[in-house]
């Protein structure tokens, strides 16, 4: 049973704890669309697109990290809410759990729950909490772009992780004989190499788009910059 | 004034079609950062498979669709492993495409693009963000 995907499967996680979870996703997606509307126009919608597409393709991409035989893939959640914003974002990435999970068997559908829980929306906040304080003290350079992308991403991919573990300590169906702090270590080593790809991957993409198309990177037209004077007004002008 | 982001997401799309239907062969097959931590306690063959020991992933069950034709990013009935995965990573984009872009585009609200430097107007203050607070009451 060959497995691509960072996706919980079937039977790892209990089913009442699975059912909870995807009541929970369930919640936050409603609430996303309904956050999400208010920033979906003409031009975000299709981009919101092609962002789920991007994010399906490279998580096809498993990268090997430093470790011996284990790989990794891009989770895109900080992707996802630079170029979009948190609530599409999240939206853009349980797109791609859905379809995976629905048509390619990759990540159980009872585990849907716990899966969007994890990778859609913890990813995606913890990223969106992080852009939102670094790109309000970093300067308004590609350089500050690309580090926001890469720890955003960094982190994220982390939190992710801990997720799991959180979920792992509720309805595991493994006893771990109380060695849960052991899994939390070993998650979030592995992880931590991993969101080092998935940095790089987050700061290079961004960085194109914001070199080609800078009105398309969300969190640039969202987020001011906190020390930049307010821009004022034209006088006499449209109000 | 508006710009367009329709040729843009044609090259995005292209790109994306690129690394799932090509570079996607390419990728490593060892187990990922979940499936590895799971595996610990167990030994494993060449082949990933569990050989002996105590793990979490033990108690892994089939996929619901584990038989659905393209299972585990393949085609069934395609045997050229390389066209395999390449096809359905082509499938995929283009279905989470069309399912993610149908959907932004029948939730997005109805009004023009962008509007940078235009106030938002009939919308409620959706764009509350974009102002800084306390200019322009």
Same mark, same amino acid.
């Given at each position: ?7 919980? $499967? ?120 992080? =852009? ?28 992710? $992780? ?33 969101? =080092? ?43 | ?33 979940? %499936? ?38 393949? =085609? ?51 764009? %509350? ?9």
């Amino acid at each position: 049973m060959e497995t691509l995907a960072m996706h919980i $499967s079937n039977g790892i996680i209990n089913g009442p704890v699975a059912g909870v979870f995807a009541a929970v996703a369930l919640a936050a997606l409603t609430f996303c669309v309904l956050r999400g509307r208010r920033d979906l126009d003409d031009r975000l919608a299709p981009m919101a697109g092609l962002v789920a597409a991007f994010i399906f393709a490279v998580q096809m991409l498993n990268f090997p990290i430093f470790t011996a035989g284990v790989s990794g893939h891009l989770l895109g959640g900080a992707l996802a809410a630079l170029l979009v914003g948190p609530w599409v974002g999240a939206l853009c990435v349980s797109v791609v759990l859905i379809v995976q999970a629905l048509v390619f068997g990759d990540g159980g559908v009872a585990m849907l729950g716990l899966n969007i829980t994890n990778m859609a929306l913890l990813g995606t906040a913890a990223a969106y909490l992080l =852009i939102a304080g670094l790109l309000r003290v970093l300067p308004r350079t590609p350089t500050g772009l690309a580090v926001t992308a890469f720890v955003s991403a960094l982190v994220s991919v982390v939190v992710a $992780s801990q997720g799991f573990v959180v979920q792992y300590w509720l309805g595991g169906t493994t006893d771990l004989g109380g060695n849960l702090t052991g899994l939390a270590g070993t998650m979030a080593g592995v992880h931590l190499l991993i969101g =080092i790809g998935e940095g790089l991957i987050t700061a290079t993409t961004v960085a194109t788009v914001a070199k080609v198309r800078p009105d398309l990177v969300y969190a640039l037209r969202a987020l001011k910059p906190a020390t930049a004077p307010a821009p004022v007004p034209a006088v006499g002008g449209a109000r | 004034m508006r710009k367009r982001s329709w040729g843009f997401v044609a090259v995005g799309l292209l790109v994306a079609l690129v690394l799932a239907g090509v570079v996607s062969n390419y990728a490593s097959s060892h187990p990922d950062g979940l %499936d590895s931590s799971l595996l610990k306690g167990c030994t494993v063959n060449a082949d990933d498979e569990i050989t002996g020991g105590s793990c979490p992933a033990r108690q892994a069950k089939d996929h619901e669709l584990a038989d659905s034709p393209l299972a585990d990013y393949g =085609i069934r009935g395609v045997d050229n492993g390389f066209l395999s995965t390449g096809l359905s990573g082509v499938v995929g984009v283009l279905l989470t495409f069309a399912v993610g872009g149908g959907l932004f585009w029948l939730l997005r609200g109805r009004r023009p693009a962008g509007g940078d430097g235009q106030p938002a107007g009939t919308d409620g203050g959706a764009r %509350d963000d974009r102002q800084p607070a306390g200019t322009a009451g």
